[in-house]
T-cell receptor
């Protein structure tokens, strides 16, 4: 019954590798997000997709490429991993108010996070 | 640009006491939403409570209430009758509009420790 799920939960890899993190939501939401939480616990938006369309891209390096095959999935692919990419990556989703059927608060619900460690 | 400030990096509170976590915000937008999330040591982000900028009453959700003072641009979280399970990081966040798919801007968080 998980609302927003991410795989894997932990990812340890070498510098220079390419890796992907997958996210799925079963809430029927229209919008999905990727956030990055750094070692000081600071959370920052990376990307947002609405109905498979990119709507927010917060000056993230080109090595990061989100892909949304359908509105229930938003994957994050990272090329040429660097030490500074080590962080916890959170996927989130929310209902698009304009689509109707919104929740009263249009809250963003988060996945459990993926801890990426680049060695 | 929006900004969220949480001035308490850490707090220690005796079990069963009430606790107030401070949050001030800065925005020039007339329409915005304010959120509190809890992050326990297990790492997940748990939504606690929401306040819209046009809401007339302070939001409440069980033991959580939001002390919304619009003129002072503050949105403090109040936890009544604290429990050991309340020990966690707490994040205040803001979204530009009351609804829609705008991004969340987070504060730096407050680490709350409940002492038995």
């Amino acid at each position: 019954d998980t609302a927003v799920s991410q795989t894997p939960k932990y990812l340890v890899t070498q510098m220079g590798n390419d890796k992907s993190i997958k996210c799925e939501q079963n809430l029927g939401h229209d919008t999905m997000y990727w956030y990055k939480q750094d070692s000081k616990k600071f959370l920052k938006i990376m990307f947002s997709y609405n109905n498979k369309e990119l709507i927010i891209n917060e000056t993230v390096p080109n090595r990061f490429s989100p892909k949304s095959p359908d509105k229930a999935h938003l994957n994050l692919h990272i090329n040429s991993l660097e030490l500074g990419d080590s962080a916890v990556y959170f996927c989130a989703s929310s209902q698009d108010y304009a689509s109707g059927g919104r929740t009263s608060t249009d809250t963003q619900y988060f996945g459990p996070g993926t801890r990426l460690t680049v060695l | 640009a929006q900004k969220i400030t949480q001035t308490q990096p850490g707090m220690f509170v005796q079990e069963k006491e009430a606790v107030t976590l401070d949050c001030t915000y800065d925005t020039s937008d007339p329409s915005y939403g304010l959120f509190w999330y809890k992050q326990p040591s297990s790492g997940e982000m748990i939504f606690l409570i929401y306040q819209g900028s046009y809401d007339q009453q302070n939001a409440t959700e069980g033991r959580y209430s939001l002390n919304f003072q619009k003129a002072r641009k503050s949105a403090n979280l109040v936890i009544s009758a604290s429990q050991l399970g309340d020990s966690a990081m707490y994040f205040c966040a803001m979204r530009k509009s009351n609804f829609g798919n705008e991004k969340l801007t987070f504060g730096t968080g407050t680490r709350l420790t409940i002492i038995p």
